[in-house]
């Protein structure tokens, strides 16, 4: 029996999750959840789910949430997403919670020896060698493109893998040139073809900003050099990524666009859950089609590589940068083709250096917002 800790429960993978834990009981237990402030879907996972021990990121949905509960342990704020990330009974913490604020919660657990359900990309994005460097126990990718990749590689020598390729769906505005990006709104880029999930990883889709950010954590993941690794688009995404060999040979992992799937895969490795997708119909599917990012109008992409090669502070700059100018897009303060424009900026204006803990890296974020908001004020 595995025992789960969830942080951020109430989001698209922490729902996904749990719905693996429910077609599967007898395999895991949940022992503590973590959410922002959702009192009632956190109420109902809790009637369903008995973990020992929540958590609220919002003190006053956890004061409610205690009314409802009284026998449970209801913790809030950030001390009590760190108790719930550390907490003694769990042996695997699926880190799912979005953006930069998964970072300490996630550190946190993997100094505490536990097995890591990775889903917040920015864990690695922000901190890959201070994580690595700490890591005693496996770090297992539930991203549905490394989670591909971790699985091609199974059973392979590192010297025979000549190049990861990870494909992208190319986001709502894929085809689109510059001009016909200017006027895009929010709501348009919230559209997503393939996936539902969360705002902010939706707009990223939508920038390729998504793909940049995994390109670097896959480099943390496999220890790949970013020149061997590659973004293919595919917008139908159902290969999920492929590993090239030296000998010229592929492989690829295919599945219909579910994350149950990297989830079921992250908490059943090196054993595979039966029943958790439903295959893919090749006859049905006809075509699967790859082509070529638009790096010309999808900036984003090329600005992930370039902060990956820079190193050390500079993919922390390029994250925080990337959070602001989404959330003033969302606002409708800049337009979409801004976004990569005030984050290449941004990172123009930074002076890179090395990462030691992470505080290095809370430093360096808080100076990418504030330098985000001279040059947004600037340009007003
Ligand atoms: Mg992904």
Redesign the pocket.
């Known amino acids: 029996m595995k025992k789960l800790s969830i942080l951020g429960s109430t989001g698209s993978i922490g729902q996904a999750t749990l719905d693996v834990v429910r077609r599967h009981p007898q395999r895991f237990r949940v022992v503590a959840l973590a959410a922002g402030s959702n009192v009632e879907l956190m109420a109902r996972q809790i009637k369903e789910f008995r973990p020992e021990l929540v958590t609220l990121s919002d003190e006053d949905a956890a004061q409610r949430l205690k009314e409802r509960f009284r026998e449970l342990t209801v913790l809030s704020g950030a001390e009590g997403l760190i108790k719930v990330a550390k907490y003694d009974e769990a042996d695997f913490v699926l880190s799912a919670i979005s953006g930069s604020s998964g970072l300490v919660p996630t550190y946190e657990a993997v100094k505490a020896g536990k097995t890591i359900g990775l889903a917040n990309k920015e864990t690695l994005v922000l901190a890959g060698e201070l994580i690595k460097r700490l890591a005693r126990a496996p770090i297992i990718p539930v991203?549905?493109?490394h989670s591909a990749l971790f699985q091609c590689l199974q059973g392979h020598r590192r010297e025979n893998i000549r190049r990861l390729i990870l494909t992208a769906s190319g986001g709502p505005f894929r085809g689109m040139k510059k001009e016909q990006l200017k006027h895009v709104t929010g709501q348009d880029a919230l559209k997503h073809p393939t996936w539902q999930m969360g705002k902010k990883i939706t707009i990223d889709s939508a920038t390729l900003m998504?793909k940049g950010l995994?390109v670097i954590e896959a480099h943390h993941l496999f220890e790949f050099p970013p020149e061997n690794i590659d973004v293919v688009i595919h917008h139908q995404s159902i290969v999920h990524s492929f590993v090239e060999f030296i000998d010229g040979s592929m492989l690829a992992q295919l599945s219909l666009p579910d994350m149950r799937g990297p989830i079921a895969y992250a908490l059943s490795y090196p054993e595979r859950l039966e029943d958790i997708l439903k295959p893919c119909n090749l006859p049905e599917l006809k075509t699967l089609s790859f082509e070529a990012p638009d790096l010309e109008t999808f900036r984003c992409l090329t600005l992930c590589y370039r902060a990956l090669k820079m190193g050390g502070t500079a993919p922390v700059v390029l994250n925080a940068a990337d959070e602001m100018a989404v959330e003033a897009f969302l606002a409708g303060h800049i337009s979409f083709i801004d976004i990569p424009v005030i984050i290449e900026e941004v990172l123009n204006q930074h002076k890179v250096s090395q990462i030691q803990d992470i505080d290095d890296v809370l430093k360096a974020d808080q100076w990418a917002r504030k330098k985000f908001n001279e040059i947004l004020e600037a340009m007003n």
């Open positions: 991203d549905s493109e998504n995994e």
